[in-house]
């Protein structure tokens, strides 16, 4: 018979060295603390410093010219203001690069882009942009709606924006962001002489 009962430990280490384990997971733990710590109070000031505030946009005016639907292709003119506010008093932006497209029913119909430029602090500019649908194709469904509301007088637009945007204060410039601002539903009578409603945008950053 085998009776031997060696029952095998796993070597222990010994109390000293477990000490000097858990001394130094302290000292670990302390230092990542602090440094949150010291991370979040420096945001915290900085944000307080900047106080940094939306950035916001509407567009102001639109309107639609040379419409012609024929055989689902859309040859139209689109034409919106976008006016771009911004309400920060520290923070001015660059406008490094802008596209602005048009799309009706998730079909994009037109696209153009905007020249770049330098946003001041507490400014408003007023962005004109004149979009073309060239021979636009679009599904039979999408084109049959379009022509309804065309017969309605008014239409229902989506605008898409997507900026490549810096933030500057003081010397600091930030990095590279992504804007992308949706207005949706932007609503353009096809006659001039019904006013246009200001469509206020979202924003994504
Ligand atoms: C909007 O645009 C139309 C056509 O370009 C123009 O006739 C009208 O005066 C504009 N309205 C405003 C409020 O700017
Ligand atoms: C629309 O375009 C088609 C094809 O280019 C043309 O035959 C037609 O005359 C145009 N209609 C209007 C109202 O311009
Ligand atoms: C759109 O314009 C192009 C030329 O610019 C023309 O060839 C085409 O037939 C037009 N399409 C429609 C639907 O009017
Ligand atoms: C906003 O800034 C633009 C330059 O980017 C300037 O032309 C315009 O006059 C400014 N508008 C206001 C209200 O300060």
């Known amino acids: 018979m085998h009776t031997a009962t060696a029952t095998h430990t796993p070597a222990q280490p010994s109390a000293s060295a477990r000490r000097k384990h858990t001394g130094l997971f302290r000292c670990i733990a302390i230092f990542f603390l602090a440094l949150i710590v010291i991370v979040g109070v420096t945001v915290i000031v900085i944000w307080l410093v900047i106080r940094p505030k939306r950035l916001i946009y509407t567009i102001d005016n639109g309107s639609i010219h040379n419409f012609n639907l024929t055989n689902n292709h ?4 689109f034409n919106f203001v976008i006016r771009a506010d911004n309400p920060n008093g520290r923070a001015s932006i660059y406008y490094d690069s802008i596209e602005v497209s048009v799309a009706y029913d998730n079909q994009n119909v037109a696209f153009n882009t905007l020249e770049p430029f330098h946003q001041p602090t507490r400014n408003v500019t007023r962005l004109e942009t004149r979009l073309e649908a060239q021979n ?5 469904s999408v084109s049959r709606d379009l022509k309804l509301e065309k017969a309605s007088g008014e239409v229902e637009l989506d605008v898409h924006v997507k900026a490549k945007i810096r933030f500057k204060v003081g010397m ?3 990095r590279d962001r992504t804007l992308r601002i949706l207005c949706s539903p932007v609503l353009v009578h096809f006659s001039s002489s019904k006013s246009f409603q200001r469509t206020y945008c979202d924003i994504d950053l």
């Open 74 to 77: 859309l040859n139209s003119t």
């Open 136 to 140: 636009a194709a679009l599904s039979e």
């Open 172 to 174: 600091w410039k930030s």
